[in-house]
C-alpha cells in the first residue's frame, strides 16, 4: 500500500510541478513583457531545481528528475523571455521616443541621438 501511495503522490507532485509556471510563460508571452518576474525568483527557482535534479540523479527518483529538469527548463525559458522582451522593449520604447516625441531625447544614450539627427 505505501507504494502505491508513494507512486500517486510523486505522479501527482509532478504534474502539478511541471504544470506551474506554464501559466506565467503563455502570460509573459501574450503580454510580450515579463516585467512583473523578480530575477531573485528566477535565479533561486533555478538553482533549486537544478539541485534537485543533481540529487535526483544520484538517488533514482524518476519523477524527481522530470519534475526537476522540466522546472528548470520552464525557468530559464523565463529568464531567457525576459531578457529578450526587456531588450525588445527598450528598442521599441526608445524608438517611438525618437519619431513621436522631440523633447524627450535628453534621456536617449548620446550616440543613438547623433545617429537619429544623422538619418533624419
Known amino acids: 500500500m505505501n507504494a502505491i501511495a508513494l507512486d500517486v503522490s510523486g505522479t501527482l507532485s509532478t504534474v502539478c510541478y511541471v504544470l506551474m509556471l506554464l501559466p506565467q510563460i503563455g502570460k509573459v508571452v501574450r503580454d510580450r513583457s515579463a516585467h512583473g518576474i523578480n530575477w531573485a525568483m528566477l535565479i533561486v527557482g533555478c538553482m533549486a531545481s537544478s539541485t534537485g535534479l543533481v540529487y535526483a540523479l544520484l538517488l533514482p527518483a524518476p519523477f524527481v528528475v522530470l519534475s526537476s529538469g522540466l522546472y528548470c527548463i520552464q525557468t530559464m525559458l523565463l ?10 522593449n527598450k528598442l521599441d520604447t ?24 544623422a538619418l533624419e
Open 79 to 88: 529568464m531567457v523571455l525576459k531578457l529578450y522582451f526587456s531588450y525588445s
Open 94 to 117: 526608445e524608438q517611438w521616443a525618437t519619431r513621436h516625441d522631440e523633447s524627450n531625447r535628453s534621456h536617449l544614450p548620446f550616440d543613438f541621438v547623433r545617429v537619429t539627427l
